[in-house]
């Protein structure tokens, strides 16, 4: 198989030196930079066309407007998303030579945003290693069975609007062990899905200056400050009857589960995303259901929030589930949950919650959290939304059954890590361990850094997670069916803090 030596063998030529004669370095740096992924042929002549610094930013105003999905709205999605990419590419994809936001990874990145999933193999440190056999060195590239590989793969909505297909690969390997993962040359027309997502960034294609302009809005005159109404007290019944009698009976049941979770938002408020989850054996069609119900009650009994909503049922491989956040304070809790479709009950049970508030100055771990389904979705998810990262959609597992076919993904919030001053990032290392039933450690990860994403978007003081993937699949022995546990060590090597998380799950068969 051949393999490219880069992709970045100038998509985008920019370095018409006449063109840059009377603009500063800083300007001229500007579309050097990620922000070349994005531009068309005439808007590089025209760049490489200005004349002055005067002319740069009235261009660079222009090419985000361009861009911007909601014109009639303060912000510019497209800009957000763009830099929030751009931000995470520098921060985990650099190496020696290059920022990380122009290494092949941050160009797929940057391009076509998270993968659906990624799955590491080989290298020092990973859980698992495929079992793919020495080959021979050849005089295409060297042997790369023990090179450290990351492969992005993208599915359903995702890769059919990036790369129309179903299902496209990207793999990326380190040969030299340096952390400079290139990509591999894939089996789509990477030219085409990079023309595609050019064309389909720009909302706006025929706008001027002149008519931007015209648009800024005018500034509204003060508002008069006014006291924020009280909220209204929480709603305590159902106002379906035979809903009401269903919570009243409900007992734990395998056909539907319940998960829950304690995170602390950018904003610094703590919530409680619960999600009702219904797997396949429970036999549910996609259409079994119309409206998602709810009871909360306190260690004695005493309804402190109820609801009833219309939902439908979300898939999630062969699984549905469907989620809201809650906002409780500390205690223990009994919920109640159900599905019910035109009125009448479908399914509902119950499970215990036990919470500790968390501050915006809380330190320590969320719960860890397994799933075969982690994506990422269309449009980002409003702050506090249940298990959603901004376009990051965590689906718990919540009856914790696997096959050797899935990934098993896991997540964990850190609260409040201690921050590198050089960085402005946390410094963290991680240790898993697979152990059976009988406690035998079955494969294991050794004590090594572990990247951490910013769940604001940017780095410094705040909440972080840990998220990755086992693939099962490529485990050089198949797990039997039978009870395993994951077991994370995590050490923060600033505060000197180690964390130690566990979670069950099944395999089977």
């Keep these: 198989m051949k393999f490219r030596t880069t992709i ?22 500007w579309a050097r930079g990620p922000v070349q992924y994005f531009m068309t042929k005439d808007e590089v002549a025209q760049w490489n ?26 912000q510019n999605e497209f800009r957000g998303d763009f830099e929030s990419r751009v931000q995470y590419a520098d921060q985990h994809f ?67 609007k990036n790369f129309g297909a179903p299902r496209v690969e990207l793999r990326f390997i380190d040969r030299m062990g340096n952390q400079d993962f290139r990509m591999e040359t894939p089996r789509i027309d990477f030219t085409a899905a990079t023309q595609r997502a050019i064309t389909s960034a720009i909302t706006r294609p025929s706008l001027t200056v002149a008519e931007l302009q015209k648009q800024q809005p005018q500034p509204l005159p003060a508002a008069t400050q006014t006291a924020p109404p009280a909220p209204p007290p929480p709603t305590t019944t159902l106002k379906t009857a035979a809903l009401e009698t269903a919570v009243t009976n409900a007992r734990p049941s395998n056909k539907a589960l319940i998960s829950y979770a304690e995170f602390v938002a950018p904003t610094g408020d703590y919530y409680v995303p619960v999600e009702l989850y219904v797997p396949a054996s429970a036999g549910l069609a ?26 439908a049922l979300v898939a999630s491989k062969t699984d549905y589930f469907v989620d809201r956040t809650l906002t409780l304070p500390s205690g223990k809790y009994t919920a109640i949950l159900g599905l019910a479709k035109a009125g009448a009950p479908v399914v509902v049970t119950s499970a215990p919650l036990e919470l500790n ?31 959603a990262f901004g376009k990051l959609k965590i689906v718990p597992k919540a009856n914790e059954v696997f096959t050797n076919k899935d990934e098993l993904g896991y997540f964990v919030e850190i609260h409040n890590p201690g921050i590198d001053t050089a960085s402005n990032l946390p410094k963290l290392q991680m240790k898993m361990d697979l152990v059976d039933s009988k406690g035998k450690t079955l494969a294991g990860a050794p004590l090594t850094d572990a990247q951490a994403l910013p769940l604001s978007g940017a780095p410094g003081a705040g909440q972080y997670a840990i998220i990755n993937s086992i693939p099962l699949a490529q485990m050089s022995k198949p797990l039997p069916p039978g009870d395993y546990t994951l077991k994370m060590k995590i050490i923060d090597t600033i505060t000197k803090q180690s964390y130690n998380l566990e979670q069950k799950f099944t395999i089977a068969a």
């Design 49 to 74: 066309a200005l004349k002055s610094d005067a002319e740069a930013d009235h261009f660079i105003v222009l090419f985000w407007a361009k861009r911007d999905p909601t014109p009639g709205t303060p």
């Design 94 to 160: 650099g190496n020696a030579r290059q920022r990380g936001s122009l290494t092949d990874r941050g160009k797929a990145l940057i391009l076509f945003g998270a993968p659906t999933r990624a799955v590491r193999s080989g290298g020092a440190g990973a859980i698992n290693r495929p079992t793919t056999p020495a080959q021979p060195p050849s005089t295409e590239a060297e042997d790369t069975a023990t090179a450290e590989q990351q492969l992005w793969i993208y599915e359903g909505a995702i890769a059919e």
């Design 286 to 311: 996609a259409d079994a259901a119309d409206t998602f119900f709810g009871v909360i009650e306190d260690s004695t009994g005493k309804r402190v929030t109820a609801f009833e909503e219309p939902a």
């Design 8 to 29: 970045f063998a100038a998509t985008i030529v920019l370095a018409a030196a006449a063109g840059f004669a009377q603009l500063s370095m800083a300007k001229a740096d």
């Design 357 to 387: 508030t968390l501050t915006k100055e809380s330190t320590g771990t969320s719960r860890l959290i397994l799933s075969n389904n982690i994506y990422e979705m269309t449009a980002a998810a409003p702050v506090r939304s249940p298990f």
